[in-house]
């Protein structure tokens, strides 16, 4: 289903993949648990990490005047990938306030910049997640399927690891290994 070309192949799950995979990390830790569990995922797959945190992305201006800060070119990087991955944390039932900084912005793509919003129509994404509790929430997961409906984005399984202390990979093989089985 190549989106882009820069192919890369790579074993997995001794099947070969031809996909250029990029991780989006938006916590507000940059070597907490989602950046651990990104890292376990960007080197199965050879991807690329964007860490949210070290851009400048502001909130949503109705008068555009943020038009010229991190928000396009990180776009323009999306859109030469094959497959998106957001990593977030559950923060009160939702996604960082990152990620959703980041989402509200996608306003742009609709009106002052509608081209490149229409290069993004029909990129798969899928969302890589931790938290304490057991379960993600459903407010959560549908937030992402709402979100990918609207904009045209093909939304795949997420992948969620709830880490009641320090993110341990060897506690969640099975989830990362299955997660990585479907996407790639
Ligand atoms: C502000 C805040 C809100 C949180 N809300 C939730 C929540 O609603 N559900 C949940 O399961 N965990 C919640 N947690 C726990 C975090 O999701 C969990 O510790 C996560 O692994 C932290 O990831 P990070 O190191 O990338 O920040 C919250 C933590 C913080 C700091």
Redesign the pocket.
Known sequence: MPHASAPLSLKLCDKDIDLNFLVVLA???S???????SKEIAESLHAQIVDLQELSISYFDYKSRNISDDFIPLVERMVLSDFVVF????????M?AQLKTFFDRFTDLLTVNKELGRKLRGMPISVI?????AE??SSFTGQFELISNYLGLVYHDPLY???PDE?NPQQHQQAIQGFLGKIA
């Open positions: 916590s507000s830790r070597n907490g648990n989602t950046a651990k569990l990593a977030t944390p559950v923060y009160w039932y939702s960082s997640a931790t938290g304490t509790d993600l929430p690891c709830c880490c993110f």
